[in-house]
């Protein structure tokens, strides 16, 4: 057999391990939706609510984690309006808790800005209170989004974005 056959068939093996790997999950992500629904002694975020000010809603069909790259907020104010989301489509899988951090400049540190409380599927946030008010210019920040599991609160992997504040 020659090398090019060898690996030909090594990549043919491993492609089918991992088809059968993702039919395994899938069956399991479809049995783990008809688990109960709520989880005594979870304590939501209060400022997560259905609708958005004014009575219109927004929504992003398909999409798992909703997160933003930019942020212009106002000067010296500490309280600031912002839309963090926790997909419907999580229905039955996770809770969120959303983080600002403000990077230091050497960005081996890190400040945060706020942290919000578990997000239920289908609920946004529309306002936050920052640890402190920013004086005009531009930060560095980082957005933190942990999803939690609903059937035991235990985290999964994390999404980080970059985020450039504009404090103007």
Do not use: W
């Not at 391990?17 to 109960?36: P, R, S």
């Not at 798992?64 to 930019?70: E, L």
């Not at 989301?85 to 050497?106: D, I, K, V």
């Amino acid at each position: 057999m020659t090398k090019k056959r060898i690996l030909f068939l090594a990549s043919y093996i491993a492609l089918a391990l991992l088809l059968v790997f993702d039919l395994i999950m899938l069956f399991c992500v479809i049995g783990m939706k008809e688990e109960v629904r709520e989880t005594g002694g979870v304590v939501f975020d209060p400022g997560s609510s259905d609708e958005r000010p004014g009575g219109t809603q927004t929504s992003a069909p398909g999409v798992t984690v909703a997160g933003f790259s930019s942020l212009t907020v106002p000067p010296d104010v500490d309280t600031i309006a912002i839309d963090l989301y926790n997909p419907a489509e999580n229905n039955g899988y996770y809770y969120m808790t959303f983080e600002l951090r403000l990077l230091n400049e050497s960005e081996q540190g890190y400040e945060v800005l706020f942290k919000t409380g578990y997000v239920a599927p289908g609920k946004h946030i529309y306002q936050v209170t920052l640890s402190h008010s920013l004086s005009e210019g531009e930060y560095a920040a980082q957005l933190l989004i942990q999803p939690y599991r609903m059937k035991d609160l235990s985290p999964t992997n994390n999404v980080s974005a970059a985020v450039k504040l504009t404090v103007k």
